[in-house]
């Protein structure tokens, strides 16, 4: 038995190889024309990246002091963030619930006796999707009920908007909170390092270093000029004059002042209370100490800014009630039906005889050696039959 003699057979009977499919699916399509169509709708939108806030942690990162970046950890987040708890909403259990209990859907769902059953039926007839390029979100629903489609769909984005809006809120509270739980860390903070500070001063004796260390150096500089107009003069008075003598003891003073402003200094060196002049050398090493200090609190009053501009914020998020998408093409009524397809109908009815068809023809005209094939093939085919028949 080859393909080309199962070929010449059933060409041979064109009434039943040909005649039968094509009347199928004829069938086929005037059944599609018949059955109520359905119909799609859908509602095209995006989120409103404008309504979601980013968080400060990545700007308090440059101002901040590494012992309180720890206890930063807001509750704000980014756009992507955002889409992605909106997306869980819009294809959550809570909305897919309250939607078929708005439009009853369980009298067009029939026959589903378990809830469960229930939303994945609806489930499938209601697709989501999300375009990646440009971040549109998509809404369909196919319904034999063309009004129906139009609203549902409304629907869904509408409560996944408010149950959005209602966790959004709660977002906020728990960040207000945080935030000033955070800002009175950073008050404690800016107390212990404005008392830093302050200490550093009284511990060291300063008024104003900034100020001080610039009055030294002018003072080491008309010292230096003074040192070298007395040895000039000294030259000139000769070494056995009485002057001569007179100018050394003089710039001998004043070297061991330059000295004390200039020189070395001891570790339990301190700037006298009685004076405004400070060692140049340890003013160089405090004025370090205090730029750190000072740039330390100056990060802490940058940060309080910060914080306390973002407290304002979130309170005003918390506060308003407005959607977080905007539609950029409404739900409509469809005036064209999605399914049934009679062209797929036809050829579906058509293929599906086919395989019927040719099946039994085939299997008759080996029956009936009309399709030549060894006897012992035959004879398990009729074997097969007969097994199946009823005794």
């Known amino acids: 038995m080859s393909l080309m003699e199962i070929l010449i057979f059933l060409l041979n009977r064109k009434k039943y190889s040909i005649c039968i499919p094509v009347i199928a699916g004829i069938l086929g399509f005037i059944l599609a024309s ?4 359905y119909y799609n709708s859908e509602i095209i939108i995006r989120l409103d990246n404008t309504a979601s806030k980013s968080g400060i942690s990545s700007l308090v990162k440059n101002v901040a002091p590494a012992n309180l970046l720890g206890s930063l950890g807001t509750g704000m987040s980014g756009p992507q963030e955002d889409e992605d708890l909106y997306l869980e909403i819009l294809g959550g259990r809570d909305v897919l619930l309250a939607t078929i209990e708005k439009f009853r859907l369980d009298t067009i769902y029939k026959n589903l006796k378990y809830k469960e059953a229930l939303l994945k039926a609806a489930e499938k007839d209601i697709n989501v999707k999300v ?3 440009t971040g549109m979100i998509t809404c369909s629903y196919e319904a034999k009920n063309k009004v129906l489609a139009r609203d549902l769909v409304r629907f869904i984005v509408d409560e996944a908007n408010s149950i959005y809006v209602r966790l959004r809120r709660e977002r906020a509270l728990q960040t207000i909170e945080h935030l000033n739980s955070f800002r009175q860390n950073i008050l404690a903070s800016v107390d212990s390092s404005s008392q ?5 001063y009284r511990d060291n004796n300063l008024l104003n270093l900034a100020s001080q260390f610039q009055l030294t ?5 008309g010292y230096e000029d003074q040192i070298k107009n007395l040895k000039i003069s000294e030259v000139k008075a000769g070494a056995d004059n009485s002057s001569a003598a007179e100018l050394s003891k003089r710039r001998a003073i004043l070297e061991r002042e330059f000295q004390k402003l200039r020189g070395e200094f001891s570790d339990d060196y301190l700037p006298n209370k009685k004076s405004v002049y400070v060692n140049s050398d340890w003013a160089i090493e405090k004025l370090i100490e205090q730029e750190r200090l000072e740039g330390n609190l100056k990060r802490l009053f940058i940060t309080l800014e910060m914080v306390e501009g973002n407290i304002v914020m979130e309170e005003a998020n918390a506060a308003k009630n407005l959607p977080v998408i905007q ?6 009524l469809p005036d064209y039906k999605s399914g049934p397809k009679r062209a797929i109908w036809a050829i579906a009815a058509f293929l599906l005889s086919v395989g019927i068809i040719y099946s039994i023809m085939i299997l008759y005209g080996v029956l009936n050696n009309d399709i030549p094939c060894e006897e012992k093939t035959r004879d398990n085919l009729k074997k097969l039959i007969n097994s ?3 005794k």
Do not use: H, K, S
């Open 196 to 200: 830093a500070l302050i200490n550093f």
């Open 327 to 332: 539609i950029v093409q409404d739900a409509y």
């Open 34 to 37: 018949i059955v109520q169509p």
């Open 217 to 221: 150096l002018a003072t080491l500089a």
């Open 388 to 390: 199946c028949q009823p």
């Open 131 to 133: 375009n990646e390029l």
